[in-house]
């Protein structure tokens, strides 16, 4: 299991928020230009937690940025608008003439990408009085909890995972769901990037060379299958993956920043803020060709 981690960092302290995963990291002002050793602790409680998070920050576009940067590069979602001085942020806005939030079911990010995101960066600008809270699942434990049998079907699998996926909406497309569900959260064309991709069932962290269940809502069917052949599996796979003793819950706080390991995880951004308005700034950091 992913036992809490032990490791002894020398700039931050770290502190679990569930046994599956997630940590609060203090001691750490993100505005600033990070040292390197810092960065590097930064990223073993990443590693270690799956998801980390950072209390009280205050941080402009550009400050968000620079850190993100860090990582590597921006990844631009290809389907939604970033805001218009800097194309890499996307604020995430909820009022409460919306119904429907965005992030509000459980997935990976860009899992439609050939390279998904290695990373989300979100900054919590405004949030409600109660609600909002965002939940994450950690992957491996949903991989090492499988049987054996299991585990060895999924390891020969692989998945079609679809940015626009009309199927799974009744036959509706993105755009038109955001422009009828969500008046702040604007969709684009994608223009020629890649919005489907096939990944492997069952993928190896690059960093931690463990293995992880590598499932969300942009899973759309098993390559080589039908659609109603993959879908008991699928069904079954997605229930498992997000057993509540492999979730956390973060409660989000003005100035909060969440960071989490889309190689790892899933998350699902919970809608229960009926009247109120919750704005946040996403940046997504490029990853790797799974594997
Ligand atoms: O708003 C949230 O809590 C998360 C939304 C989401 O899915 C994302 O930013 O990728
Ligand atoms: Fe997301």
């Not at 230009?33 to 576009?61: M, S």
Request: glycine share 8%; with cysteine.
């Amino acid at each position: 299991m992913n036992a809490p981690s032990h490791a002894q960092y020398r700039h931050i302290e770290t502190r679990r928020i569930a046994g599956s995963g997630g940590a609060i990291v203090e001691g750490i002002d993100l505005s600033t230009d990070l040292p390197d050793h810092v960065l590097a602790e930064i990223r073993a409680a990443l590693l270690d937690n799956c998801v980390i998070f950072f209390r009280d920050q205050r941080l402009t576009p550009e400050q968000q940025l620079r850190f993100a940067r860090r990582w590597g590069e921006i990844h631009l979602h290809p389907f939604m608008q970033g805001m218009a001085d800097y194309p890499e942020i996307l604020e995430i806005i909820k009022t409460p003439e919306d119904k429907k939030n965005f992030g509000g079911s459980w997935h990976t990010d860009q899992m439609f990408s050939p390279q998904p995101a290695m990373g989300t960066i979100l900054y919590a600008l405004e949030v409600p009085s109660a609600g909002g809270d965002t939940m994450f699942t950690n992957q491996y434990l949903a991989y090492e909890s499988l049987s054996d049998g299991m585990k060895t079907l999924c390891s020969q699998l692989r998945t079609v995972c679809v940015g626009d996926n009309f199927k799974q909406h009744g036959g509706v497309s993105r755009a038109a769901r955001y422009d009828r569900e969500m008046t702040h959260m604007k969709v684009k064309q994608p223009g020629n990037v890649q919005t489907t991709s096939v990944h492997p069932l069952v993928r190896t962290h690059p960093e931690t060379g463990r293995k992880a269940l590598y499932i969300g809502g942009h899973v759309q069917r098993f390559d080589g299958m039908t659609d109603e052949e993959s879908e008991p599996l699928i069904d079954f796979l997605k229930r498992h993956s997000v057993r509540p003793e492999f979730t956390c819950r973060f409660r989000w706080e003005t100035g909060s920043v969440a960071f989490w390991d889309n190689r790892c995880t899933q998350h699902f951004a919970v809608n229960d803020y009926p009247a109120e308005t919750r704005i946040m700034r996403r940046i997504t950091v490029c990853g790797d060709t799974p594997f």
